[in-house]
């Protein structure tokens, strides 16, 4: 059984996004043991500077590198990642399936992003879209192509 952390910068408020979540960790969790973490997003003024920025994304690497698991391939989520459909999605996780790897860790970032340094960590960057999300609902998303790969995996109908 595949072993999934997804580490959100941020925590979920709205109800709608709550069920969502809710709703795919239930149907994830005949596939997989999926822990998901929410750790604190560092507050910012209303105009940041660009020094603010980088001090708060700083400290919540910080908090990511200490809640990562050991043996992990880590997956980072940002804009300059890569764009893979969800065919491609699932042949990556796939692949790493058959590493040493224990731990399959997706990061996503608060407001700001990530830190250069979990970038730098990183097995892979992907990408959802060129488009900006919020990042609460990116979690939501993510999680539906998590389920949506397991299911291209096992040739079920609901990709298509």
Not at 4 to 13: E, F
Not at 31 to 53: G, T
Not at 64 to 74: E, F
Not at 75 to 100: F, H, K, P, Q, Y
């Amino acid at each position: 059984m595949y072993n999934i952390t997804i580490l959100c910068v941020g925590k979920l408020k709205e109800k709608f996004y709550i069920e969502a979540s809710g709703e795919y960790l239930k149907r994830l969790s005949r596939y997989c043991k999926l822990n998901l973490v929410e750790l604190k997003e560092e507050r910012l003024p209303e105009n940041p500077s660009q020094a603010q920025i980088d001090t708060a994304l700083a400290k919540e690497a910080d908090a990511i590198r200490a809640k990562l698991p050991p043996n992990s391939s880590i997956v980072a989520m940002c804009i300059e990642g890569r764009l893979r459909s969800s065919t491609e999605m699932a042949d990556m996780i796939a692949t790493w399936g058959n590493s040493s790897a224990k731990n399959l860790v997706f990061i996503i970032g608060g407001s700001f992003g990530l830190h250069p340094s979990i970038k730098s960590q990183a097995w892979a960057m992907l990408s959802m879209s060129p488009m900006t999300f919020p990042h609460h609902l990116a979690r939501v998303m993510l999680l539906e192509q998590i389920y949506r790969t397991f299911q291209i995996l096992e040739g079920t109908k609901y990709h298509k």
